[in-house]
Structures are given as structure tokens and as C-alpha cells.
């Protein structure tokens, strides 16, 4: 289950994420500023900063099955430049649908200038608070691809979590390959949350 600083970092984390969960809660108005500090420790003693996603679709084949493969996602309450990076594999609300989960890679973060291949169009830079996400499976065209290239740039709020652990089978598993960043701060998390048997037992 991991060393003492591997479980000290994890609360650390989770102290982090239920502040930012309880801020986003008063913002929207689901909670008073007095009710801040005990929605912060209940989240902290009895709150999970995982939780599972079936993939569907193509989109993001080779890197996960097409049907049947579980992710664990690490939450990300308020995502920013600081908490996202470039080649993360992120579940987003879908800007189209928001009921909608898709699941899809950073391939640029705000300021960074982004340039087509076709002469037509015009080169510009991701607006502050904006990233650029596409599907890893090349062969999606551009209209079908449901990323970046047909809805724009997505404001950062649209990410739900971070992906870091996929399961086709109980011997076919392994962590999801995201920045150095990303991996370095998640390992506390899939050190204490992550238990494969779970993730591939159907409810």
C-alpha cells in the first residue's frame, strides 16, 4: 500500500482536491462559506480522488481497446496549467453534449501556437484557459474525430480527470502513459486508490 512518505503525499493531494472540490461547490452555490471547512474534512476522511470509466468507440484505439476496457480517472476539480499537461490522457464533458464523457489526449495548453496543414487556415494561439485534445487513432478523420479539430479549443473547466490506469482483462492491465509531470504526481494516488480486481469486476 506504500511507504509512510507515499501515504503522506497522497493526503497531501487529497487535502488539495477536497479544498478545490469544496471551493467549486460554494462558487456554484451548493454550499455556504461557513459549510467550506466541514465539506473539506469529509471529503478528506471518507472522499476517493479515483474512480472507474468504460471506454467506447475508436477514437483513442491503440492506446486503449475499443470496447470493454476500464479506466481508473484521478479527479481534477480545477484543472490549470499547473495540474494538466501537454500529452495527458483526460476525460472531458464532450463542448457539444455536455452530458457527455469523452476521452481524449493534451496536445497543446494555452499561449502555444497552433498551425494547419492547410494553407487556408490562419495560425493562432490557445487563448488563456484553453487546451487543444485529439484522439489518439490517426485514421479518424478530422469530422469524425469529435476533438479539437471539429469543436475547437476546450476550455480547461471541460476536464473532468486525468486518466491513469486501464484494464482489458485481469492479466492484461497497466498504468496509462501521461506526461512525466502528470505520472509523477498521480503515483501517491495509484500507490493507495488503485486495486485492479475492482477495476475489473462488472457492477
Not at 74 to 100: A, I
Request: glycine share 6%; proline share 7%.
Amino acid at each position: 500500500m506504500g511507504s509512510p512518505l507515499t501515504w503522506a503525499r497522497y493526503f497531501l493531494t487529497k487535502i488539495r482536491v477536497s479544498f478545490a472540490q469544496s471551493l467549486r461547490s460554494y462558487e456554484v452555490g451548493d454550499i455556504k462559506e461557513k459549510e467550506i471547512y466541514d465539506h473539506v474534512f469529509k471529503n478528506v476522511l471518507k472522499g476517493r480522488l479515483t474512480f472507474k470509466h468504460m471506454i467506447k468507440g475508436t477514437e483513442m484505439t491503440p492506446t486503449f481497446a475499443s470496447q470493454g476496457e476500464t479506466l481508473l480517472i484521478r479527479s481534477l476539480p480545477r484543472p490549470s496549467p499547473r495540474s494538466v499537461f501537454v500529452g495527458d490522457v483526460v476525460m472531458l464533458k464532450d463542448p457539444q453534449n455536455p452530458e457527455t464523457k469523452l476521452v481524449r489526449r493534451i496536445a497543446a495548453l494555452e499561449g502555444e501556437e497552433m498551425v494547419s496543414l492547410s494553407a487556408e487556415d490562419e495560425p493562432f494561439k490557445l487563448a488563456p484557459g484553453t487546451c487543444w485534445v485529439l484522439c489518439d487513432n490517426e485514421s479518424i478523420s478530422p469530422k469524425e474525430s469529435r476533438d479539437s479539430r471539429s469543436f475547437g479549443p476546450l476550455p480547461l473547466s471541460n476536464i473532468v480527470g486525468r486518466a491513469i490506469y486501464g484494464t482489458r482483462s485481469p492479466v492484461d492491465h497497466g498504468f496509462v502513459v501521461n506526461s512525466d509531470d502528470a505520472m509523477h504526481a498521480d503515483s501517491p494516488v495509484l500507490a493507495v486508490e488503485l486495486d485492479v480486481e475492482e477495476l475489473t469486476t462488472e457492477k
